[in-house]
């Protein structure tokens, strides 16, 4: 029962961290082998479409970019709920549903903004457990003019 709560804190710290675009704490809980990608599917063409895929060092360079993009600079509040977690041997495989909400620079009003489910894989062979890899399932497909900051 403590890993699994050393596991789901791991993936809530990873949410604090990118609403606070604390880039650098999210990548610190990244292995140093972290991939993320992002998806959607699309019943139009009835196939997965990738939006993103970037390993650790693209994540970096686009964080670093974030502040030439001309994007919505709303805060974007993460609301994870770990669903599964299956421990096998050095790695695990975890499940969460993800809501994203956005308040509003002009106003103060939040809505939501997106719903995804969060795939992640979590390494276990360290002092800490760390992210190898988050796979974004998106669900909402259109985020109008959006954030370039990750999920």
């Not at 990244?30 to 009835?46: H, L, N, Q, W």
């Not at 770990?82 to 041997?89: E, F, I, Q």
């Amino acid at each position: 029962m403590e890993r699994r709560q050393e596991i789901e804190e791991l993936v809530y710290r990873t949410c604090l961290a990118l609403d606070d675009r604390d880039f650098k704490a999210f990548l610190d809980l990244c292995d140093d082998g972290f991939r993320y990608k992002v998806t959607a599917y699309s019943p139009e063409i009835r196939k997965e479409m990738v939006w993103l895929d970037h390993d650790k060092k693209g994540m970096e360079t686009l964080f670093t970019q974030l502040p030439r993009h001309n994007s919505d600079h709303s805060p974007l509040t993460r609301h994870a709920t770990v669903y599964t977690v299956k421990v096998d041997g050095t790695q695990a495989e975890v499940v969460s549903a993800l809501q994203v909400f956005r308040t509003a620079l002009d106003g103060g009003a939040t809505e939501i903004y997106s719903v995804a489910r969060l795939i992640d894989t979590v390494k276990l062979d360290g002092s800490a457990p760390k992210l190898a890899q988050r796979v974004v399932k998106m669900e909402t497909r259109q985020l109008g003019f959006g954030s370039h900051v990750p999920f």
